[in-house]
């Protein structure tokens, strides 16, 4: 590591955002990334592999909350409350303050293709995830993956939800209408 | 066209998934599958566009099929059971000669990131056709998206089970076993 640079990781993330969204995705460089953020671009590479991954740095993160989360359900728990205990534990990230950003990173990302498909990637990943999460606490198939896949769409349908949502139904509430939605739906 | 070349573009399909098995897809060029297929390369580019194509080529048919039986449920069907029908009507292709070919093309699907990736970006698609295909029936924004995710979890837990089901449970029987345990699942 060089020299201290406060919040560098932050800073880059902040500038790498404005001009995704000034600019578009494909027009920015790392070079203007760092140019922003006041750092170099020796800095920007010790904290992301590339410019796509400042995007995504959040998916590896939310993954493991929430695979932490159905791991930690009480072993009485059925797979579906399992599922749920994870999508509540999103919530520790997907707060207020975490909304506009979502809102600019969504726009960034609907507008390239590529990205579009890394996120579809991204989400089918944290299915992955979450079914082999419920496996080792006995789910068998393909229980452990219907519940998983069916919490993926309810997570889905959620976050579009929290990123359009004007007023100021939080992210949990949001998941509660979602999944009593689902049940009526399917029943 | 050229002159007539009796089910050329089977004998292409068949070519190259030989070929995919045999030596992976990455290994294999357009003019190996023409050669084994005992055609030229202008004629399997007058029939795919690439050699991913080949696999794929079904993935718009299936699209198509899904959408119809969508758009073609009794007015008075609630949404889940138009995604039924759906879901239903892709047993007029999942039928038992279409297993073998659908287990050689997963194995090739499998052992690439690149077709895995491809095959993730027709399943939302699929999706995203489901719920526009509910939303003209009138259904509203979230439960549109729902259902139609919840509909694209079942055909995804079905089609695993299809492909490895070794008995003769037809698609239709497993697609209602597995709408079942969804049910049972979220209750």
Redesign the interface.
Known sequence: MGRWEPDARGRLAKAAMALYAEQGFDQTTVAEIAARAGLTERTFFRHFADKREVLFAGSAELQKLLVAAVASAPTSA???DAVTAALMAAGDVFNDERRNYARERRRVIVANAELR?RE??KM?SLASAIAEALQRRGVSE??A???A??G???F??TF??WVDEAGDQDWRALVRG??E???V???
């Open positions: 059925a797979p579906i498909e579809l990637i089918a393909p229980a993956s219907l519940a896949e069916a993926i769409a309810v889905r349908v579009e939800r979602s999944l939605e689902l049940r739906l399917v029943s």
